[in-house]
């Protein structure tokens, strides 16, 4: 049986519809990708440790009764005749330009500037802000000119509701009120697209806190690497 024949009698058993509204539907759901690239990313950890000669075993997701505080991750592995180590495997975020905003001149320049500690080319010698100014300025002069008005999703669009007196806020929502949906995304699109030529965020979440009775530690944002 082709790959091809077993993905469509999986979807067909398990969820009951066509290979096709099986895609349609995974397309509409950034939630079920994330799930789906989560797995993807823990089955190849999985298949690597193995091929270096290591024992691996899955920690199980949901535990009867108390979990160790200690064993929060996604494997144990070991060498024969080694201590268990505990790996939790984390995928990288793939939207974190647009989750942030960075597609708006004042909010890179924020960002910029809060992340600053992991960019290569400041000097901390002198002052930050400056230097991300310029850098900015020269690199990705657009936002200067053409992409230098404020762009607010098609959401926040649509719930806003006007102030009583006229604010920058207002004035850009008002400029944008008349754009659909797709419109205003291949607006932002567009800008991630010029953003992203000369600036990646990788950004993934390490763990931390506590849940309560099992005392799990869970996943919160964030350790970042500007590229």
């Known amino acids: 049986m082709t790959i091809f024949r077993r993905i469509e009698n999986f979807v067909r058993d398990v969820f009951k519809t066509s290979l096709e509204i099986f895609f349609e539907a995974l397309k509409l759901s950034p939630n079920a990708q994330g799930y789906v690239s989560g797995s993807i990313t823990e089955l190849l950890l999985k298949q690597h440790l193995e091929s270096n000669n290591f024992e691996v075993h899955r920690i199980r997701k949901k535990w009867e009764g108390k979990k160790h505080s200690n064993h929060h991750g996604d494997f144990y592995f070991r060498r024969e005749n080694e201590p ?11 939207n974190s330009e647009k989750w942030h905003k960075l597609y708006n001149y004042d909010k890179l320049l924020k960002f910029l500037f809060n992340h600053s500690d992991k960019i290569s080319w ?12 310029q850098w900015v300025d020269e690199n990705l002069p657009r936002f200067l000119t053409d992409f230098s008005s404020t762009l607010y999703d098609f959401e926040e669009i649509k719930k806003y509701k006007m102030p009583a007196w006229e604010t920058d806020k207002s004035r850009a929502i008002s400029a944008l009120q008349n754009y659909s949906r797709e419109e205003i995304g291949e607006m932002i699109n567009e800008r991630l697209g010029y ?33």
């Open 84 to 94: 268990w180590y505990v790996l939790e495997s984390k995928g990288v975020k793939s």
């Open 122 to 133: 400041i000097d901390e010698n002198r002052d930050i802000e400056p230097q991300i100014k």
């Open 195 to 227: 953003l992203m030529s000369k600036i990646r965020v990788l950004e993934t979440h390490f763990v931390s806190g506590t849940s309560g009775s099992n005392e799990r530690t869970q996943a919160t944002p964030k350790k970042m690497n500007l590229t």
